[in-house]
């Protein structure tokens, strides 16, 4: 079941400069996408997330954009410091119609390692 | 800033023996979740709770597992008779609502012997 994928398994950037995870899907009945970020250890601290009613969502460095006729939802982060290394996981959810709050399906996860 | 609790952090348990995990959630989340990530895979979920029963589960979720609010501030997960493939991290995970992200815990780290 690969509702949710994260190709690349790891990204290296070096501080400054903008680091892009990628995700894509599979079930177009997605209406919610959301962020984690997840150090060894913790539990996945939520990022950011959008509806699939908007195209972009902002919050200071790190922005996601979601592309709907591709199934595709990126998220930028600029400028990248040491601090961001973690693994990324992007997460999906469908309200049913019986107006449940939906389960989160997540992706494998990409590591994010940002060079000083 | 308000956060969701797991406790114990670690668990060893033997085959067949029951195991209780527990969460407290953010106080005025009304939405709990659990979800267990077996080593090398990705975050899975397991149920859904709401209004003091489950809303949703998955095919995972079978006869062995159950959970519970048995007071207002915890929410448990029950397993009853552990197999060697419930070793697992377990995170419970809390929300307000309908469009509001789910906020995690730090997880219980459940290992069956």
């Known amino acids: 079941d690969q509702q949710v994928k994260q190709n690349s398994p790891s990204l290296s950037v070096q501080e400054g400069r903008i680091s892009i995870l990628n995700c894509d899907y599979t079930n177009s009945m997605f209406d919610y996408f959301l962020w984690y970020k997840k150090y060894p250890a913790e539990g996945p601290t939520f990022l950011i997330s959008?509806?699939?009613?908007?195209d972009k969502n902002e919050d200071g460095r790190f922005t996601v954009f979601l592309n709907k006729s591709a199934k595709h939802l990126s998220l930028h982060i600029v400028p990248s410091q040491p601090g961001d290394s973690a693994v990324y996981f992007c997460?999906?959810?469908?309200?049913?119609?019986?107006?449940?709050?939906?389960?989160?399906?997540f992706g494998k996860g990409t590591k994010l390692s940002v060079k000083p | 800033e308000p956060e969701v609790t797991q406790t114990p952090s670690h668990q060893v348990t033997q085959m067949g023996q029951e195991v209780i995990l527990r969460c407290v959630p953010i106080?005025?989340?009304?939405?709990f979740y659990w979800y267990r990530q077996i080593l090398g895979q990705k975050v899975e979920f397991l149920v859904s709770?709401?209004?003091?029963?489950?809303?949703?589960k998955s095919e995972i979720f079978d006869d062995q597992f159950s959970v519970e609010r048995p007071d207002g501030s915890n929410f448990t997960l029950k397993i009853r008779s552990t197999k060697l493939e419930d070793s697992a991290m377990y995170f419970c995970?809390?929300?307000?609502?309908?469009?509001?992200?789910?906020?995690f815990g730090d997880g219980t780290r459940l290992s069956i012997l």
């Open positions: 709770f709401y209004n003091n029963e489950i809303s949703e």
């Open positions: 997460a999906a959810s469908a309200r049913d119609y019986g107006g449940s709050q939906g389960n989160l399906i």
């Open positions: 995970a809390s929300n307000e609502g309908e469009y509001q992200p789910q906020h």
């Open positions: 959008i509806s699939s009613i908007k």
């Open positions: 106080s005025n989340h009304l939405y």
